[in-house]
């Protein structure tokens, strides 16, 4: 039984906040051979010491019912579901604090996964604290909106006693991630499935990044090549001074072309060297690829919107992606049109708009970046929109193209601003 610092008859715990802990002393010398519990609602955790000889527990605010919950269970010594629970099946305990994944168990109540306990890896891997998800919907969560209706078939299939394994989405605190998943059912009082992550974004992007490769490489150094060879060809049958110099400025131009495409390429094996995520500079990183392409008169203005600093969490790899993207505006550029980079910050996600007023990206340059799969009739003119969208994807970012009036693109990089105190859901960026 709850109660208050007026009410002491039958009271096993009070919950009160420091302004009542007086008036709660008098009470409790009041009861005879009762010893109540007492938790304490505070903003803070600093206590002095002697609040501690009062006090069995704390809970802090904003209240969120899960907290409030385990905190009660922990007071009064009733059942426990935290970061370190267990999962019953019968009278057998399984601990996964020990598994190396993101485990959850949880029941299952009307189609929903409630949640009932996480692993340390979890935390850390999500990114949310075990109090802030406990007793709550995972997918509300984990499951972005646009993966619900799957979502909700999957739990169904566990629901009916069958195992599922299969590559998704879900959402971190810190962007979107492809994870195998693993949803086994449970006979037991406290779980009814258990869930099991394991991050495979990266085994994704390089998948596709050999598929790409293959079939990009071939293509394009095999056109490439076919140019040079003709040329050559017609300098050997050509005695034409203005021919040959004709001839000899295309064999040029398809070198360079091979040339570059090697650089881009070679790249890539930088791309994916496993580096820290920090809060970086957007503003700042935008400026660094201002300068870097200042490498000629002829090179459109560069113009930037932006506060005088703004967060973003990634790693250096965002600015080959940002230059990749300021390259492509340039390569289009209307005559006498800048190219404008716009950095801002949206809630708790940074955007970088890349804008020109070329004649607008195809179709074929646009599913480059959504990331779709590449087929052998259609591909990019090269690697570097590619790269752009694994670079982002690592990230846990997201693109998003769309067309200027009367012409020209903007692509936009959501990413994440920082990291987010881990309270809540997280809000999924504009698509």
Not at 143 to 154: G, I, S, Y
Not at 179 to 191: E, F, I, N, T, Y
Not at 301 to 306: D, F, L, T, W, Y
Request: net charge negative; charged share 30%.
């Amino acid at each position: 039984m709850l109660g208050s610092p007026g009410c002491v008859d039958g009271v096993d715990l009070w919950i009160v906040d420091e302004s009542a802990l007086d008036r709660l002393d008098g009470s409790i010398s009041d009861i005879d051979g009762a010893d109540p519990s007492v938790l304490l609602v505070v903003d803070d955790d600093r206590l002095s010491d002697e609040r501690w000889s009062t006090i069995d527990d704390v809970v802090r605010r904003p209240l969120r019912p899960p907290v409030v919950r385990r905190r009660i269970e922990n007071v009064l010594g009733g059942p426990r579901s935290d970061a370190a629970a267990t999962a019953a099946s019968g009278t057998e305990r399984v601990e996964i604090d020990c598994v190396a994944h993101p485990v959850v168990t949880a029941t299952i109540e009307d189609g929903e996964r409630i949640v009932r306990g996480v692993n340390p890896a979890f935390e850390e891997v999500f990114g949310y604290d075990a109090d802030a998800v406990l007793g709550e919907r995972l997918s509300e969560w984990v499951v972005p909106p646009d993966e619900r209706a799957e979502a909700a078939d999957l739990v169904q299939q566990v629901e009916n006693g069958t195992a599922v394994e299969q590559i998704v989405t879900r959402r971190t605190a810190t962007g979107r991630r492809d994870v195998a998943l693993k949803m086994l059912p449970v006979a037991g009082d406290d779980a009814d499935a258990f869930v099991c992550y394991d991050d495979v974004t990266d085994e994704q992007c390089r998948k596709q990044q050999v598929t790409v490769l293959n079939r990009v490489l071939r293509h394009n150094i095999r056109n490439g090549m076919n140019v040079i060879l003709g040329n050559a060809e017609m300098l050997a049958e050509r005695v034409d001074d203005s021919t040959a110099v004709a001839a000899a400025r295309a064999i040029e131009d398809a070198a360079d072309d091979l040339v570059e495409l090697g650089e881009t390429a070679g790249s890539l094996q930088t791309t994916w060297d496993g580096t820290d995520r920090n809060a970086l500079d957007a503003v700042r990183l935008v400026d660094r690829v201002r300068t870097d392409l200042r490498y000629d008169s002829s090179t459109p203005e560069i113009r930037i919107e932006a506060p005088e600093s703004c967060p973003v969490l990634a790693d250096a790899h965002l600015e080959t992606a940002v230059r990749e993207l300021c390259e492509n505006a340039i390569r289009y550029a209307r005559e006498g049109a800048p190219v404008v980079v716009r950095v801002a910050q949206d809630g708790d996600r940074t955007e970088i708009t890349v804008c020109d007023r070329g004649p607008g990206l195809p179709e074929a340059e646009r599913s480059v970046l959504r990331g779709d799969d590449e087929t052998p009739l259609e591909h990019g003119s090269g690697l570097g929109l590619w790269i752009v969208n694994w670079i982002v994807t690592s990230l846990g970012g997201e693109i998003s193209v769309a067309d200027r009036e009367p012409t020209g693109t903007a692509v936009t990089l959501s990413l994440p601003a920082g990291q987010r105190p881990a309270d809540r859901p997280p809000v999924e960026a504009t698509r």
